[in-house]
């Protein structure tokens, strides 16, 4: 049987929302708060970070809830690291990591290939090919 994938996407807005699963699973809820890093000791690396804290926390991302699901306004976040978030089009595999025994959250990259894009171009593609 196959693990089930958790997921996060950010929106165009800076938000990264949480799948409901993901929510479910990590315990991401409004009576939380969120603290977010990267890995300063692998430039390399391209995950994110995530701590849950109580609710209220200095220095800490608040989890709000619009109607089923879950979000952190993370946009000061995406900003200070340099992640362009306006096209809307980056989503996170989540999944718990162990790091110096406190439990984290890991935001993977997921690769998503946009359908209208690449229909778009092949179509031009296809187009130069006929105009020859």
């Known amino acids: 049987m196959q693990q089930p994938v958790y997921r996060a996407s950010v929106h165009m807005t800076g938000r990264i929302g949480f799948s409901i699963q993901t929510a479910k699973k990590f315990g991401i809820g409004i009576d939380k708060s969120m603290g977010l890093a990267i ?25 709000i809830k619009g109607g089923d ?19 809307g089009d980056i989503s996170y595999n989540v999944l718990e990591v162990d790091i110096d025994s406190t439990i984290a959250l890991k935001f993977t990259p997921r690769i998503i ?8 171009s092949l179509q031009k593609e296809d187009n130069k090919e006929e105009n020859k």
């Not at 890995?39 to 989890?63: A, C, H, Q």
């Not at 000061?76 to 978030?85: E, H, L, M, N």
Request: no cysteine; hydrophobic share 25%.
């Open 113 to 120: 290939e946009n359908k209208f894009k690449k229909a778009t």
């Open 39 to 63: 890995n300063e000791d692998d430039p390399n690396d391209p995950s994110i970070y995530g701590l849950l804290y109580e609710k209220g926390k200095p220095d800490t991302y608040r989890i």
């Open 69 to 87: 699901y879950h979000s952190v306004n993370a946009k000061s976040f995406f900003d200070t690291i340099g992640i362009d978030y306006s096209n």
